[in-house]
């Protein structure tokens, strides 16, 4: 089906924010790809992917009270969708097939 591919930047967020559950907003969620994974990332390339994978179905969002320590502004909570959940764990089943094809002796280094 074209437009549902899943790209490794893509998987990596859906993760992250299935890991960071309600606390699953954007500047969170760059932080814990810092965190995590060891690569910076623009808030406007993270708001382009956040926003392709709602329109691909994969997050929805919801916006969370506001609160003072924020000057009252509300944050931007994401949450996998029942698509979301799916298509990670296809890509698991995907690489976890490939790997164990993969000889042993393959994986050595001289």
């Known amino acids: 089906m074209k437009g549902t591919n899943l790209g490794e930047f893509e998987e990596l967020v859906l993760l992250i924010v299935l890991i960071l559950q309600e606390e699953a907003y954007v500047l969170r969620i760059k932080d814990e790809?810092?965190?995590?994974?060891?690569?910076?990332?623009?808030?406007?390339?993270?708001?382009?992917?956040?926003?392709?994978?709602?329109?691909?179905?994969?997050?929805?969002?919801?916006?969370?009270?506001?609160?003072?320590?924020?000057?009252?502004?509300?944050?931007?909570i994401y949450q996998l969708t029942g698509s979301g959940k799916e298509i990670l764990k296809e890509a698991n089943e995907q690489r976890q097939m490939l790997w164990n094809q993969i000889p042993d002796y393959a994986l050595k280094f001289a």
């Open 33 to 76: 790809v810092l965190a995590q994974i060891k690569r910076s990332v623009a808030m406007g390339a993270l708001h382009s992917t956040l926003s392709r994978l709602e329109k691909k179905g994969f997050l929805g969002s919801e916006m969370s009270g506001a609160t003072q320590e924020r000057g009252g502004r509300r944050k931007r």
